[in-house]
Nanobody, 124 residues
Framework: QVQLVESGGGSVQPGGSLRLSCAASGRIFSINAMGWYRQAPDKERELVATISRGGTPNYADFVKGRFTISRDNAKNTVYLQMNSLKPEDTAAYFC??????????????????WGPGTQVTVSS
């Protein structure tokens, strides 16, 4: 069974740092884009950052210069280094991956997977 599992969330003071990890496991042929989204209470889920299989990143304006997304294709893992955290960064952070589960599904039938989320709380 394919799944994504996040880790690295927690509580930190403003200005602090956290590093999130998300590992994909199961029978996977290939992973295309991977990314991080977040959802604060009473708000819609929003994109934080994505990264292509080749390593090209894309960031939401509100994290540019503070967050860095990276991935290790050999480990099917994506990371999010979060620096200079602000109280408004408080949210549940969700990992996303666009996967091809079999050779025959590539490239026409990708499947979108989400992790269960990890909480990030920034507070003094």
């Amino acid at each position: 069974q394919v799944q994504l599992v996040e880790s690295g969330g927690g509580s930190v003071q403003p200005g602090g740092s956290l590093r999130l990890s998300c590992a994909a496991s199961g029978r996977i042929f290939s992973i295309n884009a991977m990314g991080w989204y977040r959802q604060a209470p009473d708000k819609e889920r929003e994109l934080v950052a994505t990264i292509s299989r080749g390593g090209t990143p894309n960031y939401a304006d509100f994290v540019k210069g503070r967050f860095t997304i990276s991935r290790d294709n050999a480990k099917n893992t994506v990371y999010l280094q979060m620096n200079s955290l602000k109280p408004e960064d408080t949210a549940a952070y969700f990992c996303n991956a666009v996967m091809f589960l079999t050779r025959s599904s590539y490239p026409s039938n990708p499947v979108d997977y989400w992790g269960p989320g990890t909480q990030v709380t920034v507070s003094s």
